[in-house]
């Protein structure tokens, strides 16, 4: 069974249990359309905090609304946002039990801002044109 962001089940228990091989396909931010709407779907593991959310450089890195939900017990915070795209500078921030703010940096990110920046950078990676062919097939 999939959740309304389009992780499924599965894959969060095959995370929970360090079964699943390829969580960069949900953790992270992934642009997609859910429900006929262009967007970006962000996820990432931060398990034991009060609460996530995604401040990025076009609201001026303000704390903002874009809450994330937690998945269950999986520790798995996620979240769509229609407003956001590919190119956005993005970092979660992240409400520690004990209070305190934190921005981070996402650690499945696919592009980065280049130092001495730290944000993350929203990337549409389907359709990459690889040219690893002959090392893959070695």
Known sequence: MESKYEITEQAL??????????????????????????????????PGVKSVRVVSEIDGWQEGERWL?????????????????????????IETADGRLLYKADPYAFSAEVRPGTASRVADIQGYPWKDGLWMSR
């Open 13 to 46: 228990a095959g995370f929970s249990q360090g079964d699943n091989c390829k969580s960069y396909e949900f953790l992270g931010a992934h642009p997609m359309t859910l429900s006929g709407q262009s967007g970006v779907r962000f996820a990432v593991w931060a």
């Open 69 to 93: 939900d937690c998945l269950g017990s999986s520790g798995v915070w996620a979240g769509f946002f229609s407003e956001l795209g590919v190119g956005v500078l993005y970092k979660y921030l």
